[in-house]
């Protein structure tokens, strides 16, 4: 079975430029998140889909993230213009249960704003 | 958000020496779930624990949760080179509505 799949891997922009990242979740998969990982912590969840729609968007900083996961299967987050704090490692996760389910996530693209 | 604080944060032990991490809260979790991540990976499901005092055994790993779901716990025995990595905890709150809560995480490296 392959597991979830993230491009790029790495990513390196200056600040206020704009960057994506595309996740491919795990076939079935009806739930896919994307997780902000700045070195040394926890994932912080940035949002949840539920198939094509959002369930969680609560921490996503909307005046410059944003997410979609039109067709429900793949899913891309921007970022509109870059500031330094956004350096980091975006992780993608899928699961088939939701929440009470094993999250299943990618490799990650490790984002540096200069 | 419910907040989850792991601890320590850092720690370095010799192979073969016993360890325990811990993971708590002031809020109540519906279910704990325990990652292992290794540097430029993504993390990975070690175990999950639902119900209060459950304990649950992974090989060298002893995973506990507390009798009122508000912390757990993880030993490992006997720590091996291979167990490096940051483990990580995740609470599910009762009615899901703030996603799945990771600690920072504790760092964990095992030398030979």
């Known amino acids: ?114 | 958000t419910q907040l989850l604080e792991q601890s320590p944060q850092f720690l370095s032990i010799q192979e073969g020496e016993n360890l325990t991490v811990y993971c708590n809260s002031s809020s109540v979790f519906s279910s704990l779930q325990w990652y292992r991540q290794e540097p430029g990976e993504g993390p990975v499901l070690l175990v999950t624990v639902v119900t209060g005092g459950e304990v649950k055994k992974l090989k060298r790993l002893t995973f506990q949760f507390g009798d009122a779901r508000k912390d757990s716990s993880l030993h490992i025995t006997a720590a091996q080179p291979g167990d490096t990595g940051l483990y990580l905890c995740a609470g599910v709150s009762g009615g899901g509505a703030d996603g799945l809560t990771f600690g920072k995480g504790t760092h964990l490296i095992i030398q030979p």
């Open chain 1, 1 to 114: 079975e392959a597991g979830v799949a993230q491009s790029p891997r790495y990513k390196i922009i200056e600040k206020r430029q704009s960057v994506a990242f595309w996740c491919n979740p795990i076939s079935g998969h009806a739930t896919l998140y994307w997780y902000q990982q700045i070195l040394g912590q926890g994932p912080k969840l940035l949002i949840q889909f539920q198939n094509n729609g959002v369930v969680d968007d609560s921490q996503l900083p909307k005046d410059r993230f944003s997410a979609e996961r039109l067709k429900g299967v793949d899913s891309t987050l921007k970022i509109q213009p870059a500031k330094l704090e956004d350096s980091a490692v975006y992780l993608c996760a899928s699961s088939f249960l939701g929440l009470t389910g094993e999250l299943f996530f990618g490799e990650g693209s490790r984002l540096t704003v200069l």
